[in-house]
């Protein structure tokens, strides 16, 4: 301990010396357990020819996924070699932040299949279930043939599914992948489809991220939805979800959503669902609808019937969209969910409305191949620069950044001209001047 002594100046001098070594000392105690911490993730690997007495080195791998699990904490990796996996998975472990997450990853993206036949899972589980625990990442999968759903996550804070390929359940009415709440979900890049209940199903969740998946052919339900939780009875609203950059087909409805508020929907494309593009529903509140003040932006929505329907969401800015409704109105709305809407800058084509907004076109919106899906804009297409600049749609579907030209096009494509292929001439006579700033 440090001799205090407060006679003389040059004493305390010293004690300062003294101190601030103290400091530095101190902070290299905290610099090596930092580093020792960073050192001491593992990284377990997994293989279908280990052993999970093994102790999960590259050279001596785990057997089971579900093992790995059990070992990995907070920090920690589990990379999981090319192979089949027939087991039911629980994660338990959280992670504590972003940096310090624990992840679960293919060595190479979707040559690690975890297929569900003949293994068992209780009702209503995840093949693959990530149970009460938070900062978890799931990486690369194939997940299929799953006797429940593909991934559950329950009660999972900050839960990142990317990259998977999660396809066909062997049950009726099951989901690919569900949240039962589910805060700051970030599901992105997956395709899912062969569900007999819906593609993504978040049963309560705030500041979720749905981002660049493909949900596809889940016939008898939606391509995504987030809802309060059913069976607890949560009349709950959510809040500032983010729907962006998503291909959703053949469906009954593309998406669906019930009690949400600050929603945001924007530069996605949702083409051939039976029902609805868009659905908009009431939850289970004594309200039949309530002021949502969402935002649905740049998609391009094919209808196979409508393009949006809504029967509880008021207070809806709706800009920038391609509606084509060959067969049915664009917008069937309840009357009482026909309040406050801000509605403009549409595109309408087909059978649908005529346009409600003072800066809305009827017209063609000229797609590159409709009969192949393909629907960005052609050449000419009178969608390009027809859009209203709108700050918080940055990116259209396909990453490129709005805007190309004079404004924002209509859809989800900004529309970026065939690259000149000559070289431009090289400029002749220059010489090096420096400005200065
Ligand atoms: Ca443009």
Redesign the pocket.
Known sequence: MLKRIYTKPIIWEHQAKNKLALLYFTMLIISFVIITRTFAAHIYHVSPDGNDQNPGTEDRPFKTIKYAAEKATAGDTVLVNDGIYREHIIIKNSGTSDTQRIVFKARTPHAAIVDGLGVDVPPFYGLLEIKNANYVTIEGFEIMNTPEAGVRCSNCKNATIRDCLIHNTTNEKRSGLIFVFGDSALIQHNEIYGFTWNGIDVEGGNNVIIESNYTHDNPNHFGLQIFPFHSGGDSSFYFNNIIRYNVIARNISGMFFRNNKYLQIYSNVIYNNTYSGIHLGEGATSSPSFDSFSQIYNNTIIGQKYCITNTAFNNLSIKNNIFYSPLYDVFLFDPDANTGHDIDYNLYFGKGDTPVGNHDLYADPMFVEPSKNNYELSDGSPA??A?VILANVMKDINATL????????IGAY??IPPTDTLAPAAPKGLRAIFLSK
């Open positions: 390009i620069d859009g709005r805007y190309y030209g004079t404004s924002y096009d900004e529309y």
